[in-house]
Structure formats: structure tokens, C-alpha cells
């Protein structure tokens, strides 16, 4: 090797980056355009055929701008392209071929309804090419994002591959929650790795586990999910158990996924939005109760083009897309009078038995003298995994060949009682039952009186709705019986001890709840119950016990929302918006403010006569949520009216509240009224009710602060902040403290003296309250101090992240409250503009724990997280 060629090209200033760019030309011209000004918007060259004159054949022109070039772009739609005399490819063929293979190639191709032929072919052979991106788009517009995007992403990635070192990932694949299983998934081996295949291949992104009830579909979705993770940026497990309206399911979604529904857009299109680029599998867990939103599911492998679902269901989805998997039963041993023992233990429904068994009782095994017995009941239950666990659970109280005796004895009559039932669902049927009607007579009223519950529900609520009953006098040790039995799950949590019944086993429970002659009243103690809970819990999401009280709310949301629900059905629409406007803290911090903000408006359009406080609440409690969502008209006048109907039931707390609430109408009014803003937040600081209550007190401040802020009263500001800040801190509230210390951050950077620890403090909290919305103005602020300092790379990727935060909660919209555009537009004019917006694309990206590891670790880096930095930036 000579010198010359061991020295690396060092480019002058005007050999910018090369972007070879293929396409047919007419029928693309709007897209080349878009292209061209998406590479030269990077400060990048596009190479094209439009931009010079060339007097040579096209074939010699394409070859030797391909070997000058350094990325391919290539872009398709209907057209194959023309073919030269003499030539059996098209030129468009020919430059996709030329590239070489080492070069970074990113394909583009409009969706359309028809293909020309040979263009079809080459796109199929594009798709399985394992150097391409392949990426498909809708408009012009769509297609600039994505090249400007991908390309910084791409300069990015080839700068970090040359690096000397880079620190492993932090996190290689952030997954959403998937539930924990209770026992192994035993026999499942051969299932699992073909639906691993099938979830591995693009033509597979609707895969749908059929199967009776019980027959294990949710248990192999989760295998499959704690399995699929390196295929996918992101894992969600979404349980629709308690979903009954098709019109839910996207909600649902949306909700596991981060996604809040803000209104401003169908649902479809905001996960769309906030997904945008992401390969996710998203897990859909019992579907068969609202099968009619299938085709939503079938809209969403559209408006998701990078995601796959796996669907839990009882019934086929039926539609095109679809490709079912039928989930089998466990197999079974041989014929138990002729197999040896090892080959009744090598059957997986004999190795569920005992696995089951021993965890009722570790004394138990499968012996010579047993087997046998095991194997008749396996195979009676004909391996339904439910049957086998729950007859297994059993094993206490009855020896095999005595459990062998009963289920000979009720099968056939629980077969025969029901036979418009599947079979294997009838098999599951009748071990329920036969579970429950081995219980005492006070476990089997227990048992039924719980079908009342929708999901999780505690101690304190099974005595609500049992209260007076004589079966009800000894109920922990009844309710230990349904735990024995497998009809319950316990779990703690804060050292509060929670039941839950497996989905087929709550089924039969509601069933026959009922026909319980008191159920209407049962569901009013329900109702009442959880209206207690919240008079209870509302002083306590205040201060140093905010966090566990908004966990102990958590933990029975879905009863809590089921008893509201209730209540509006039966008319008790005055209840209902006591419970709302008590829970205020709670529903914001969690972001459940669209839901219950739902059922405000209905209250409104219902023509129900509601009580004066009822209409001051729906009034305020929507007016303020709207705040939040995009695309919302504020009303003031909502607000005046709910703000006097306060003062008429001498309401102070509430008139405070909502004075608050009219003050930040004003304020994102258009236009907004700054004056008469500040008039009603002073006013709402002037109530004692309000400033007697810490928590208010502290983010009415913050609320003044910010009006002062933006009139231009710096000083005044900085002063509200402060007292808010020593306010919440005397008092222990994180949230408002959060609060608070986002505008002092926010403040110190306006002044140049950044502070960035307020942030990393602001961060620490909102993670603690599980408060996302917080997470993303902490990430902000950090990203503001860092670009002040001239951190360039470090702001990009901070902003990046909270980017993709602000996209997944519905929050990016909020134009009124954005603090950090300011610096955005002061660095996109320097020329460090290129670095920061790579920063910026890596940062949307990064997983959420090397994100958390970056913000809160002032030393931690890019490198030191595993995460590729940007092009430009110094190493």
C-alpha cells in the first residue's frame, strides 16, 4: 500500500455529501422535488437528473453519478419505467442494481391500489434485500419527513460506526407492560417458535390465537411477548377483559401505548403520529366480546405501517389480513393401562398437573402408584390447561383417584346441559362449576357475589358488597378457600392484599351473579363503596402521602370507573361529579383527563336536571381538560357561568378552583386576554379556602407566575415560583413541587443562568408519581440548559426524546405553554444546525432507559449510553 492510499480523503468545503436519487420522473415529479429539498435542507448535495446538462447516453450519465454518489435514494410508485432499445431492464431497474452494495440505500414507495407488473417483482426483491430500508408513504409531504429523518439518522449511525469504542446499549428494547406469568408455559416449545417465525416475517401482521376459553391463548401471548423483543422496538401487552364496546378498543390501545386521545384527531391517527417509524408488536388479549372492532385493528396495520399484532381471541376476526393460529390443547399421555411412568411424565398436560399440584402441595408427586390416575384426568380434561390447573388445585383436599371419581361423574352431565357450547369450552365449564360446587355453600354465595367486580378489587371493597350477609361472617377465611381453589389470585400491594379472578373464571362468576335477586342492590353497595373511597383518598393525594394514595387508586381503577359508570346509568349523575371533582389530582397526574372528561359532557348534553354544584363541575372540570387537547374551542363563558354557580352554594374551595381554571381560559383564549387573567387568578389566591389548602395554594402560585410572565413581569414571576416551590416542599407535595420547579428552571435559563438540576429534580419526581406529562417538561428544561451552555449535541438529544414523549401523550400541540422553541430557532440558524437537528432525530429514538440515564447522570453522554451520536458532533 502507498502512502497515498493510506492516508483517508479529506473532503474541501464544498464536497458536501452525494444523495443519488432514482425515480421515475414524471409521474414523481412532486415527490423528486420533496426529496431534493429534504437533502438539501441537511446541507447535503442531491444528485439528479434535472439539475445539469449532460451530453451523454443516460445509462453512462446514472453509472457514473452512482459512483460519485455516497447514499441511494430510490422512490416508486405505479410506473416500472421505460426500457431502452436493446435493453431488457429499465432504467430505473438498472440504477438499483448498479448501487453498490456496500452503499447505505433508502427505498421509498407510495402506497397504490395497482402496480405495473415487473415493478411489482422489483419491489418484492427490494423488500427481501437485506442492505435496504424500505419504507412505504402516502403524500409528498410524508415523504420529505421521512427522507430528512432517515438521513440524519443514517449520518448519525455511519459517524458512530467510527468510533474506536462505544459503551454497549443501555437498554436495547423498551417494552411496554407485559404481565407477569404464573407459572411456565409448559408444552408450548413448538408453538412458541412458529409464531416467533411468523411474527419475524412482514406478510404475518395480524396473527390471531384461537382457542376456547381457557385453552392457554393469553398465557402463549405473553411467552410470545417476553420472547419477541429484539424483532421490535417496543412489546405491548393490552388487556381488553374489561373492554365490552368495540368503539373502546382503540382507546384502549392508545392508552398502553402512552398515547393519550386528546380529541384533536381519530384515535388511529394520533397512534399513527406518535409511532411514527417504530416497529412495535402490540398484543391484543381477549377480543372475542368486541370482535366488532376488528376492522379498526385491520385500519390500524395502515395507519401503523412498522407494527404487528397478535390477537387473543375465542373467535376469528375474519377479515383478509388475518392469520390464525389455533391454539391447541396440551398433549396428552398415552393410554395410561399400557405407558410406562417416564412416558405419562414426557406428556406436557401430566407436567402442568404436577407442576400445579406441587404448588398447592410440595409434598406432592407423580408416583407408580398415581400415574395412572393423572394420566385418566389429563386426559378427561382432554389437556385444557384452566381444567388441568384447577382440578390440580384440588390436591389437598382429594387423592387423584378421588378426583378422578368426581369428574367421571359431572362431566357428562355438564356436557349434555350444555351442548350449543363448544366442546372444549364445555369441558371448561364443567370444571369450573365442578371446582365451585366442591367449595362450602358460604365460598359458593362468595364466589357468585364477586362477579360483581371488573377487575382487581380489595379486602375493604369485598365487605362492602357482602356487608349483612350470614355467609359473609368468617370472609377472610372464605375468601382463602376461593385462593385455594384457583377461583382467586391474590397479590399485594403497599401491603394491601388485592384479588382477581383469571378472565373464564370472573365470566361464570358474572353470570351468575346475575341472577342474584339482589344484584341491583349489590351494584349500589359496589357504587357506594368506591364514592367512599374516593371521600377518603381526595385529602390524601395532597402532600408527603400524594404518591400512595394515587396508587391505591390505581390499583382498583377499572371498579372505580365501573361504579361511575353505574351511577350515571341510574340516574346519581350528582354523585358522579362529587367523585370527580374530589379525584381533580388524580385523574390529571394519571392522565385520565379525556375519559372523565367524556363523561362531563354527557352529563351536560343529557337533558338530566343536574343540581347547581353538578353543572358548576361538568362545567369546569371540561372547560379544563379542553385546555389540554388540541383543536379545543375555549369557552370562557363556561367558566363565569360555573365560577358564579360556586359563589350561589357558597362552594369557596371549588369558586377558587374554578377562578384558577378561568384565569388559563383567558390565557389560551384566542386571543388571550392577559389582563382579565391575572384579575381572576389573583382572585382565586384571594379565596382562604385556597390558600389554606397547600397543595392549590402552591400551583395557584405557579399559575400567577406564568400569566406574569407572559406580561412581561420577570421579577413578579420569579417571586410567584418561589413561594409555590417553598409551599410544596413545606408540605411534601411532589407534583406542585414539580411544578415549581419547572418555571424556576425555566426562568433561571431566560436570565442565562441555567440550572439544569432543577429539571434532573423535576424529572425525579415525575417518575416517582408516575407523572408522564411532567417527564417530558423536565426533559425540556434539560434540553434548554444544555443548548444555553452550547451543548448542541446533548440539547438535540434531550429535545429529541422528549419529542417522542410529548407524541405518544398527545401533549406536543400545546402551543401556548412551548418554553424551548426559542433556542430551537436560535440554533437552526447557526451552522451547528445540521449536528443538532441529528441529535434531535437519534434523541426520538433512544429507549427510555438510556434517556432517564442521560438526563439524570449531568456526565453521562451519547457514548457512554451505547446511543449513536450525530454526525458533526466532537469526539
Given amino acids: 500500500m502507498t502512502e497515498r492510499d493510506s492516508v483517508p480523503m479529506i473532503r474541501t468545503p464544498d464536497q458536501r455529501l452525494r444523495i443519488f436519487v432514482s425515480s421515475t420522473l414524471k409521474e414523481l415529479e412532486p415527490e423528486r422535488r420533496a426529496v431534493r429539498t429534504a437533502i438539501e435542507r441537511l446541507r447535503l448535495a442531491p444528485v439528479m437528473f434535472e439539475l445539469g446538462s449532460r451530453p451523454h447516453p443516460p445509462r453512462q450519465l446514472y453509472r457514473a453519478y452512482l459512483q460519485q454518489s455516497d447514499v441511494f435514494v430510490g422512490v416508486y410508485w405505479q410506473e416500472y419505467g421505460w426500457i431502452a432499445p436493446g435493453e431488457e431492464i429499465s432504467g430505473l431497474e438498472d440504477e438499483y442494481r448498479l448501487a453498490p452494495r456496500e452503499m447505505p440505500k433508502l427505498i421509498y414507495v407510495k402506497r397504490a391500489a395497482e402496480r405495473e407488473p415487473r415493478l411489482a417483482e422489483l419491489m418484492a426483491r427490494v423488500r427481501s434485500d437485506d442492505t435496504t430500508s424500505y419504507t412505504p408513504f402516502s403524500t409528498e409531504e410524508e415523504l420529505a419527513e421521512l427522507v430528512t429523518a432517515d438521513l440524519a439518522t443514517l449520518l448519525a449511525e455511519r459517524f458512530d460506526a467510527s468510533r474506536t469504542a462505544v459503551a454497549p446499549s443501555v437498554e436495547a428494547i423498551p417494552a411496554g407492560r407485559i404481565p407477569a406469568p404464573f407459572s411456565d408455559a409448559i408444552g408450548r416449545e413448538r408453538d412458541l417458535a412458529t409464531l416467533l417465525a411468523w411474527l419475524g416475517d412482514d406478510a404475518h401482521r395480524l396473527v390471531t390465537l ?16 417476553r420472547n419477541a423483543g429484539e424483532r421490535f422496538d417496543r412489546v405491548t401487552f393490552v388487556s381488553l377483559a374489561q373492554v365490552r364496546d ?32 417504530r416497529r412495535d408488536l402490540i398484543v391484543l388479549d381477549n377480543f372475542e366480546q368486541i370482535v366488532d372492532a376488528a376492522s379498526d385493528v385491520v385500519s390500524l396495520l395502515t395507519d401503523l405501517p412498522g407494527a404487528t399484532f397478535l390477537v387473543t381471541s375465542r373467535v376469528r376476526l375474519r377479515v383478509r389480513s388475518e392469520q390464525v393460529f389455533d391454539v391447541e390443547p396440551l398433549g396428552l399421555p398415552p393410554d395410561p393401562s399400557q405407558a410406562s411412568i417416564q412416558a405419562i411424565l414426557e406428556a406436557p398436560a ?12 410440595p409434598r406432592f408427586d407423580v408416583t407408580d402408584d398415581n400415574a395412572e390416575d393423572v394420566a385418566r384426568i389429563c386426559l378427561a380434561l382432554e389437556g385444557v390447561p384452566l381444567a388441568i390447573e384447577l382440578a390440580a388445585a384440588r390436591i389437598r383436599a382429594l387423592t387423584p383417584a378421588a378426583m378422578l371419581g368426581r369428574l367421571d361423574r359431572m362431566l357428562p352431565l355438564l356436557v349434555t346441559a350444555a351442548r350449543d357450547v363448544p366442546e372444549r369450552q364445555q369441558t371448561i365449564r364443567a370444571t369450573v362449576e365442578w371446582s365451585i360446587d366442591l367449595l362450602g355453600a ?6 357468585e357475589r364477586l362477579g360483581v367486580f371488573s377487575g382487581d378489587f380489595s379486602l375493604d371493597a369485598v365487605e362492602a358488597v357482602t356487608a349483612d350477609e350470614p355467609w359473609a361472617a368468617d370472609l377472610l377465611d372464605t375468601l382463602l378457600e376461593l385462593v385455594d381453589g384457583s377461583l382467586l389470585r391474590q397479590r399485594e400491594q403497599h401491603e394491601l392484599p388485592l384479588f382477581s379472578m383469571l378472565v373464564p373464571v370472573r365470566e361464570i362468576a358474572a353470570a351468575r351473579f346475575e341472577l342474584d335477586p339482589d344484584a341491583g342492590a349489590v351494584r349500589r353497595a359496589h357504587a357506594e363503596y368506591y364514592v367512599r373511597l374516593a371521600g377518603e383518598t381526595e385529602l390524601l393525594l395532597r402532600g408527603a402521602t400524594q404518591s400512595a394514595a394515587l396508587d391505591r387508586l390505581e390499583a382498583e381503577r377499572d371498579d372505580l370507573r365501573a361504579g361511575c359508570r353505574h351511577l350515571i346509568a341510574v340516574g346519581e349523575v350528582d354523585v358522579v361529579a362529587d367523585v370527580v371533582w374530589r379525584l381533580f389530582l ?30 358548576a363541575i361538568a362545567l369546569a372540570f371540561s372547560s379544563w381538560v379542553a385546555l389540554w387537547q388540541p383543536d379545543s374551542v375555549i369557552d370562557t363563558e363556561r367558566m363565569e357561568e360555573s365560577v358564579a354557580l360556586f359563589r350561589t352554594i357558597g362552594d369557596e374551595f371549588s369558586v377558587g378552583l374554578a377562578l384558577s381554571i378561568a384565569s388559563l381560559s383567558y390565557t389560551s383564549a384566542t386571543p388571550p386576554d392577559l389582563g382579565l ?64 420547579l419547572n418555571q424556576i428552571g425555566w426562568s433561571r435559563i431566560a436570565a442565562g443562568e441555567p440550572q439544569p438540576q432543577l429539571f434532573t429534580r423535576a424529572l425525579e419526581l415525575s417518575l416517582r408519581l408516575r407523572n408522564e406529562d411532567g417527564d417530558a417538561y423536565a426533559l425540556e428544561g434539560l434540553a ?15 429535545l429529541g426524546a422528549a419529542e417522542a414523549l410529548r407524541a405518544r401523550t398527545g401533549l406536543h400541540e400545546q402551543r401556548s405553554y412551548v418554553t424551548y422553541q426559542s433556542f430551537v430557532d436560535a440554533v437552526i440558524t447557526t451552522e451547528r444546525a445540521a449536528e443538532f437537528e441529528a441529535a434531535r432525530v437519534v434523541g426520538r429514538r433512544m429507549p427510555r432507559r438510556a434517556v432517564l440515564e442521560m438526563a439524570l447522570n449531568p456526565e453521562t453522554d451519547a457514548a457512554t449510553t451505547g446511543i449513536p451520536r450525530p454526525s458533526g458532533s466532537p469526539s
Avoid at 210 to 225: F, M
Avoid at 586 to 614: D, H
Fill in 350 to 361: 401430566v407436567q402442568l398437573f404436577r407442576d400445579r399440584a406441587r404448588s398447592a402441595d
Fill in 677 to 740: 387573567a391575572e384579575e381572576r387568578q389573583r382572585s382565586a389566591l384571594a379565596v382562604d379556602a385556597a390558600r389554606h389548602d397547600a397543595t392549590f395554594h402552591s400551583l395557584f402560585e405557579s399559575v400567577l407566575g406564568r400569566i406574569l410572565h407572559l406580561r412581561g413581569d420577570a421579577a413578579g414571576a420569579v417571586e410567584c415560583y418561589n413561594r409555590a416551590r417553598e409551599i410544596a416542599a413545606r408540605t411534601g407535595d411532589e407534583f406542585a413541587e414539580r411544578i415549581a
Fill in 210 to 225: 384461537v382457542g376456547p376459553g381457557g385453552i392457554g391463548k393469553s398465557r402463549l401471548a405473553i411467552e410470545v411477548a
Fill in 586 to 615: 388524580y385523574w390529571w397526574i394519571r392522565s385520565l383527563l379525556p375519559e372523565v372528561k367524556a363523561w362531563m359532557e354527557a352529563l351536560l348534553e343529557s337533558g338530566q336536571r343536574l343540581s347547581t354544584r353538578a353543572r
Fill in 246 to 277: 368495540p368503539g373502546e378498543v382503540l382507546g384502549a390501545i392508545a392508552r398502553e401505548l402512552g398515547v393519550r386521545d386528546t380529541g384533536g384527531a381519530p384515535v388511529s391517527e394520533q397512534l399513527g403520529i406518535a409511532r411514527a417509524g
Fill in 784 to 798: 434548554g440548559s444544555a443548548a444555553v451552555v452550547g451543548d448542541v449535541e446533548r440539547a438535540g438529544l434531550l
Fill in 442 to 447: 358460604d365460598a359458593r354465595a362468595l364466589f
